[in-house]
T-cell receptor, first 115, second 116 residues
Framework: AQSVTQLDSQVPVFEEAPVELRCNYS??????LFWYVQYPNQGLQLLLK??????LVKGINGFEAEFNKSQTSFHLRKPSVHISDTAEYFC?????????????FGAGTRLAVHP | DAMVIQNPRYQVTQFGKPVTLSCSQT?????MYWYQQKSSQAPKLLFH???????NEADTPDNFQSRRPNTSFCFLDIRSPGLGDAAMYLC???????????????FGPGTRLTVT
């Protein structure tokens, strides 16, 4: 079985400051890794994904994440946040099996960007 | 633009009164998913369709059913809603897993269900 832990339920940050949202996972099999963003009253949008290859993954809106296999982590970073980045961020894993993409989500981190 | 559409965006139903939520897609994806997201929690997969094949998650209550009459449409039926079923229900679609790994899931805006 797989599980995802997002270590911070809320992260307040000032505009133009850097931010890191932490994600650790547990799995007995290899997994793919994802970060999704959810704006208020909207569905989820894919920010980035790690399937294989380079452990540093770049996504949309200036976000990037680094896969660390030894620490089973996939932390999300942005060097300078904007007010518009205020949203809920979900880390998710998908096991490397099956014909469909089963996503197991973490509980989410609410990023609040203040002026 | 190709997209995932959910109707209605907000639904109020009475305790025990059956309710149906609708999802349609213009992406022509062969996999469609239904997630339940309770307040301040992660989305939880209820079931998915791979073409016409229905796949239920082991812990999805029997109260939840689904229909997929064609590629474009998928419905979530809650036979006897309880207060604990109040949540955001998200529909998503994707292509099937390919040789290079899973394809992205595209989510609709969700239907917020209130049970009175």
């Amino acid at each position: 079985a797989q599980s995802v832990t997002q270590l911070d339920s809320q992260v307040p940050v000032f505009e133009e400051a850097p931010v890191e949202l932490r994600c650790n996972y547990s799995s007995s099999v290899s997994v793919y890794l994802f970060w999704y963003v959810q704006y208020p009253n909207q569905g989820l949008q894919l920010l980035l994904k790690y399937l294989s290859g380079s452990t540093l993954v770049k996504g949309i809106n200036g976000f990037e994440a680094e896969f660390n296999k030894s620490q089973t982590s996939f932390h999300l970073r942005k060097p300078s946040v904007h007010i518009s980045d205020t949203a809920e961020y979900f880390c998710a894993v998908s096991p490397l099996s099956g014909g469909y993409n089963k996503l197991i989500f973490g509980a989410g981190t609410r990023l609040a960007v203040h002026p | 633009d190709a997209m995932v559409i959910q109707n209605p965006r907000y639904q109020v139903t009475q305790f025990g009164k059956p309710v149906t939520l609708s999802c349609s897609q213009t992406l022509n994806h062969n996999v469609m998913y239904w997630y339940q997201q309770k307040s301040s929690q992660a989305p939880k997969l209820l079931f998915h369709y791979y073409d016409k094949d229905f796949n239920n998650e082991a812990d999805t209550p029997d109260n939840f059913q689904s229909r997929r009459p064609n590629t474009s449409f998928c419905f979530l039926d809650i036979r006897s809603p309880g207060l604990g079923d109040a949540a955001m229900y998200l529909c998503a679609t994707s292509r099937a897993v390919g040789t290079t790994g899973p394809y992205e899931q595209y989510f609709g805006p969700g239907t917020r269900l209130t049970v009175t």
